[in-house]
């Protein structure tokens, strides 16, 4: 941990857990291990745990209090720092993480009280002056939070967050110029600080610099790839530029980082309109009333767009239901625009990362990476690594013609001489005993892992033919089946990823007969079933079922799948994965996180790269 090898630090944890399951610490320590990955499910979770074991710890509600902060839930956030306060009062951090937290709900008059509390407790740090200049310019206090920026500079003159909001109070003033003279300060300090860049870019808009604020927002981007605060603000000078049709893609990026947007659905449906898309545009405005029906804007628009379209009748019924939900509105009582305010606050947020992604010792989960389903388990007969195979105990199983069973989502090539020689050897075998089926079984192996699958499945069937209850021939023979449909037509295959916010089908480029396709995933999965039939505590066959499922579409099927699979083996990490993948995909984000949370703690790194861009805005 002190290393910041979280995930390494995780197994061991996860092992001083299982031989100590009654001690507060190991579940203290992942937990901070898991909030260092931006888990913050897991930690919170772990942070729980650890209260359980010692509940007169402040520490471990201070830390559960920023790990809930993380995910919204500021009520329980402010329990905890209550508690914790109660239990030490003295400690100026308590005080300092929850003025934090004020910040986040822009409690601007709580963030500085608690800042005064941690400056008398003799924390006078850059970072307090540094958060109470940010409550004062809250507060609109602008000289005091000047005066703030000030002292967090003197005290640390190479914190470029200083003279970021240095800056942004200037901004707030509007004197770009002297906001300039700041980010250009930060800058100096940190050429790739993408915030700084970002701040900068806004500063040249105001002063109508254009070429400078392109230049500075491409290089957020190039930095900080998930950042939609820079997607946005490029179309909006892109829309000033005419660009339109640019400018919409750059919306549409917005909206994969922050699908219910609805004021980007809003602006893309009023750009698609400007250009005579109004059919487009009417889809963006359905889908922002889908997401939030009392949008009146949207119901205005739309009336405009479906008059563009001569839908008169459809036109006036949405022009009525603007005007009704703006009476309605006007007459609602405080305590409802409340909770609608912090609804909308929600489904209008952006998310914005500022990172150096070109750094050294960037984060696992800031890292960027293409993000897809673990794919199909395989019976493996080579492999360089140890660490990718994994281990399945057939003991008094008599289905099965070996006591442990070698498998592997990864399949490394066997030598040439080495293949060669196996396949003479068998070759022999079976010319001397023709009726073993565990012969033809180990040759198709061989031929499998040469990527000879036709072959491979002639073996196969054979050894079903002589033991119609060889199950691993069946399940061996489901996954070359499988390979084979996906090498045969491998340009029109759909190919499911986690494309920005969804999983999506890669629209084939020709037209195509889905005949095929329909009977080969039909087949795959009588060999899976029959492979379950034989031993329903096979989960590798519950897995790859699982997967080939998703493949067509039967989502709850698939997530179905690896909930059986989990079921009979709890720490199956791959399982846990795929189903928080598709949970997330089928906007169950709550499960699905949680799901993918367990899978980062049983060591999937690609876990922590999904929470951080579907998990926290």
Known sequence: MEQENY??????????????????EGYFLRGIAKYNLDDFIGAEHDFTQASVYDPFNPEIYHYRAISRSEQYNFGGAFEDYETAVEIDPKNPFYYLNRART???????KSAAEDCNKAIELKYIKE???????MAKAGLEYFDEALFDFDIAILRNPENTASYVQRGAVWMELKEADSALIDFNKA?????????????????RMELNDTIGAFNDLDRVIELSPYNSYAYYNR????IGAGSHEDAIDDLGKVLSMNPENIVIYLYRGRLRASTGDFNGAIDDYNKAIDIYPDFADA???????????????GAEEDHKMAYAINKFNFNENDSLKLEEEMYLKR?????????DKGTDNIKIQ???????????FTTIVYSKSMEAVKMFDTFEKPAYHAEIISLSCKQDRMAGNIANTQLEMLEQKIGSNPSDPENYYNRAEIYANLQDYNKALQDYDIAILLDPDYILAYFNRANIRFKLSELINAEYQKQYQLNASLIQPVAPQTSFDTTFFGHSYNEILKDYNKVIELDPDFYYACFNRGYVKCIMGDYWGSVSDYEKALVIEPKFSEAYFNKGLILIYLNLKTVGCESMSKAGELGIQEAYHVMKRYCYK
């Open 102 to 108: 004020y910040l986040y709900i822009h409690e601007y």
């Open 187 to 203: 800058l100096a300090i940190n050429e790739n600080d993408s915030y700084a860049i970002l701040s900068r870019a806004l500063a």
């Open 235 to 238: 179309a909006i000078l892109k």
């Open 347 to 355: 489904i209008i947020a952006f998310s914005g990362e500022f990172y």
């Open 127 to 133: 970072n307090v002056y540094l958060m109470r200049g």
């Open 366 to 376: 800031d890292q960027i990476i293409q993000i897809e389903l673990k794919p199909i």
């Open 299 to 313: 119901y205005y628009e739309r009336s405009q767009a479906k008059k563009a379209l001569q839908d008169y009748y």
């Open 7 to 24: 995930t390494e630090a995780i197994k061991y944890l996860n092992n001083a857990i299982k031989h100590r399951p009654a001690s507060y």
